[in-house]
């Protein structure tokens, strides 16, 4: 008759502990962003009308159809970006009634643009509405904001936190200033605070509550999702190995 040492019975196969630690990343960067990164449709269609009025036959008429349409488009999709800056919209019905409104109005005024007979009245008062703006305006808009975003791009990477295995890291100034939290027995909490951001940039607030420390919000963290699940995952494979370091015998 053999016998069995009790660590070797409770000890897990090193080749399946060696892949799940593997997996694992080193670390995991998390960065709140202002919200002026949702308005990136809006900065994408003005490059689309810059380049539609740079390079097509289109001068500056208002009874030029082709000219009235992309500034029509653009103020549209701008007004949405700008009441997604504004509002939020924390459950889909809200954001739905909202997309609907938006419909309904873009809709008009298409209809007064091309068929104004159609609304009567409104459809001569909407055929009057003709806003034009020019390649140039549609080309200054875009590298405004996008030395914007530039800019926010490079504020953000002296102001960013950072997840390992056994602690919770903030770097913070141009001077790399560093605040160290306890990792272990950290809870995190996610939430969607606004439907609509989170369809343009997967983005949501994290709340992560150290261990007798205070809650720690970050706001507008992009991919919130896949940072929540690589969050838990390398919490969950500490939380393995400390109950697996204490047993006796082990």
């Given at each position: 008759?053999t016998?069995?040492h009790?660590s070797?019975?409770i000890k897990?196969?090193?080749?399946?502990?060696?892949?799940?630690e593997?997996?694992?990343?080193?670390?995991?960067?998390?960065?709140?962003?202002?919200k002026?990164?949702?308005l990136?449709?809006?900065w994408?269609?003005?490059?689309a009308a810059?380049i539609?009025l740079s390079f097509?036959?289109?001068?500056?008429?208002?009874d030029?159809?082709?000219?009235?349409v992309?500034t029509?488009?653009?103020?549209?999709?701008?007004?949405?970006?700008?009441?997604?800056?504004?509002v939020d919209f924390p459950?889909?019905?809200s954001?739905?009634?909202f997309?609907?409104a938006?419909?309904v109005v873009m809709?008009?005024?298409?209809?007064?643009?091309?068929?104004?007979?159609?609304l009567g009245?409104?459809?001569d008062?909407?055929?009057?509405?003709?806003?034009l703006a020019s390649?140039q305006?549609?080309w200054?808009?875009?590298?405004?904001l996008g030395?914007?975003y530039a800019?926010?791009w490079?504020?953000?990477?002296?102001?960013?936190?950072e997840?390992?295995?056994?602690?919770?890291?903030h770097h913070?100034?141009?001077l790399s200033?560093?605040?160290r939290?306890?990792?272990?027995h950290?809870?995190?909490?996610?939430e969607?605070?606004?439907v609509?951001?989170?369809?343009?940039?997967?983005?949501g607030?994290?709340?992560?509550q150290?261990?007798?420390e205070?809650p720690i919000?970050?706001?507008?963290?992009?991919?919130i999702?896949?940072?929540?699940?690589?969050?838990?995952?390398?919490l969950g494979a500490?939380q393995?190995?400390?109950?697996?370091e204490?047993?006796p015998g082990g």
């Amino acid at each position: 008759m053999t016998d069995s040492h009790p660590s070797e019975q409770i000890k897990p196969p090193a080749k399946a502990q060696a892949r799940a630690e593997k997996k694992l990343p080193a670390s995991i960067k998390l960065v709140p962003y202002p919200k002026i990164v949702f308005l990136y449709p809006a900065w994408l269609t003005s490059l689309a009308a810059a380049i539609y009025l740079s390079f097509g036959k289109h001068p500056l008429d208002p009874d030029d159809t082709s000219a009235v349409v992309p500034t029509l488009v653009f103020l549209g999709i701008l007004a949405v970006n700008l009441v997604v800056l504004g509002v939020d919209f924390p459950r889909t019905t809200s954001l739905t009634l909202f997309f609907f409104a938006a419909a309904v109005v873009m809709g008009l005024i298409l209809i007064g643009e091309y068929h104004p007979a159609v609304l009567g009245a409104i459809g001569d008062l909407l055929k009057k509405f003709r806003p034009l703006a020019s390649a140039q305006f549609y080309w200054a808009f875009f590298c405004i904001l996008g030395a914007i975003y530039a800019l926010v791009w490079i504020v953000v990477h002296f102001d960013y936190w950072e997840v390992r295995p056994n602690e919770l890291l903030h770097h913070h100034g141009v001077l790399s200033g560093l605040e160290r939290f306890s990792a272990p027995h950290m809870t995190i909490e996610k939430e969607i605070t606004d439907v609509f951001e989170y369809l343009l940039l997967k983005s949501g607030r994290l709340i992560l509550q150290p261990s007798n420390e205070r809650p720690i919000v970050l706001d507008n963290v992009l991919f919130i999702e896949r940072k929540e699940i690589a969050i838990t995952r390398m919490l969950g494979a500490l939380q393995v190995q400390v109950r697996q370091e204490s047993t006796p015998g082990g």
